[in-house]
């Protein structure tokens, strides 16, 4: 019988990797726990979570997870949406883009600014909601700051949750009036030598018949401790296991690794261009 694909709407790590059989979704347990506690009292709280991290880490993956799990409790009627709005956004284009997102009613186009500001303030207080902005560092600040300007309006009824690496903080696109309404903050970091083999074993079997060696030395030089590198590591595994079969012995191993660009000679290219 043919294995219906695992869907993943939000967060997924690598396109593709929703139809390779057996593989586990849930991931970096202690991450997980950190994330499902942080969103839970978040959305209670109708706060900001700041998550940062590194590319690649697992950041919106997490989140993803973390928040189906917070909106599969019987007592958690919230909606998800995952903003997604153009990085330049702002003023008039922005609020019509919310607007068209959040609300839908195919209106935003033909309404004037304060309307826009009216019927979102409407719409964010009418139920709740959990509202995220993923790779955060590539939006505007004022953007962030409507947002939070509409978490502090009165009789609100949604969270936010903010994803980004750390060039968020480094480009100084969260200012102290956006920091200081932060009620929540989970910095990820890239897998580790002692978390790579135990993350990886829970990924897939798969990874359970190779050298535990050779896992920590491939994440160390090529995939620098970025899950979703991993993420196309397992997808280009599977799209070839029935040629290289079920084991990862060394040589196959390397085979593979060697398929996928290396995270190690991207980043040495960008430090030398810099």
């Known amino acids: 019988m043919t294995k219906v694909p695992i869907r993943l ?10 139809l390779v059989e057996g593989f586990n979704s849930r991931l970096r347990g202690d991450l997980l726990m950190s994330l499902q506690g942080a969103l839970a009292a978040t959305i209670d709280a109708r706060g900001l979570l700041l998550v940062v991290g590194p ?32 990085t330049w956004a702002r003023g008039y284009t922005l609020l019509r883009e919310l607007h068209a997102q959040i609300i839908a009613d195919g209106r935003a186009d033909d309404l004037k600014p304060r309307q826009l500001r009216h019927d979102l303030r409407l719409a964010l207080g009418e139920r709740r909601r959990v509202l995220v902005v993923d790779e955060a560092q590539w ?16 009789g609100s009824m949604f969270a936010l949750v903010i994803i980004g690496t750390e060039e968020l903080l480094e480009r100084n696109k969260l200012p102290d009036v956006i920091r200081s309404r932060i009620s929540s903050r989970i910095d990820v970091d890239p897998l580790s030598d002692s978390e790579v083999v135990p993350t990886l074993h829970d990924f897939h079997d798969i990874f359970t018949t190779a050298n535990t060696q050779q896992l920590r030395y491939v ?22 296991h029935r040629q290289v079969g079920y084991e990862l012995g060394d040589e196959v191993m390397a085979e593979i690794a060697a398929m996928v660009p290396s ?7 960008r430090r030398r261009a810099t």
């Not at 994440?219 to 196309?232: D, F, I, P, S």
């Open 55 to 86: 590319a690649g880490v697992g950041k919106s993956f997490g989140v993803a997870r973390a928040l189906e799990w917070c909106l599969g409790r019987a007592s958690n009627e919230a909606k998800e949406e995952w903003l997604d709005y153009a």
């Open 139 to 154: 939006v505007s600040t004022e953007s962030l700051l409507v947002l939070t300007k509409f978490l502090d309006s009165y």
């Open 263 to 269: 995270t190690a000679r991207d980043k040495k290219r």
């Open 219 to 240: 994440n160390r030089t090529r995939a620098l401790g970025e899950l979703r590198w991993w993420a196309q590591f397992l997808t280009a595994w599977w799209q070839m």
């Open 9 to 18: 709407p939000y967060g997924p790590h690598w396109n593709g990797l929703e």
